[in-house]
């Protein structure tokens, strides 16, 4: 399949006007489209929550009709997520201090952000750094090829940190997201 990106474009819009069900598709994800914008003005609440059961509607009804893909597609996830904690990727390790460099940045500059989502933010990021600069110290004094997976694996040093390290992560992950939920549910209740 060796297509350009202008013929898989093509492609698509052909399928787009084929035959009744995909151009039926594509007026009701419009006119959904059409309606969210337009509440952007309006702010309806009755529509945000209208299209909210159009979206869960419609993750609902492929689960249950297409149960076994659901499975087959959050088992793959969790086997990837497995996968990488046990045999963590330089790549994503390397992904993940692009993010939080960003992060890191974002935090400095905020100013809406709590002095404690602040100091756990600096807590976490500053071990964070810490081991992924040993992890690069290590890999350099060790001689070990930050390429080649398989030596990664074999210094034990080396593979403990990228996992406290992506352990971490996590954490700090988790935290976030009760403590964004908590702040949203302050805000609506008090």
């Known amino acids: ?33 059409c309606i969210l914008l337009v509440n952007l003005k309006v702010k309806n609440k009755y529509i945000n929550i209208a299209s909210i059961g ?3 509607g419609f993750a609902l009804g492929i689960t249950i009709s297409y149960s076994e893909y659901v499975q087959l597609c959050i088992n793959g996830f969790v086997k990837a997520i497995l996968s990488y904690i046990y045999f963590p990727s330089t790549f994503v390790y390397f992904l993940i201090f692009a993010f939080i460099t960003a992060l890191m940045i974002k935090t400095i500059f905020s100013d809406k952000m709590s002095n404690i989502k ?9 071990i964070l750094y ?3 600069m040993s992890f ?12 080649d997976t398989v030596s990664l694996y074999k210094n034990d040093i080396i ?32």
């Open 136 to 147: 690069i110290v290590l890999c350099v004094y060790s001689g070990v090829d930050i390429y």
């Open 1 to 33: 399949m060796n297509m350009s990106l202008f013929e898989k474009f093509g492609t698509v819009f052909k399928y787009m006007f084929s035959s009744f069900l995909p151009i039926g598709m594509f007026v009701l994800s419009l006119l959904l489209l």
């Open 130 to 132: 810490f081991l992924f």
């Open 159 to 190: 593979l403990s940190i990228v996992q406290i390290s992506n352990l971490l992560f996590f954490v700090w992950i988790l935290i976030t997201v009760f403590y964004e939920l908590y702040i949203f549910y302050k805000k609506k209740f008090d």
């Open 54 to 56: 159009v979206y869960l």
């Open 118 to 126: 602040k100091i756990i933010n600096y807590s976490c990021f500053s």
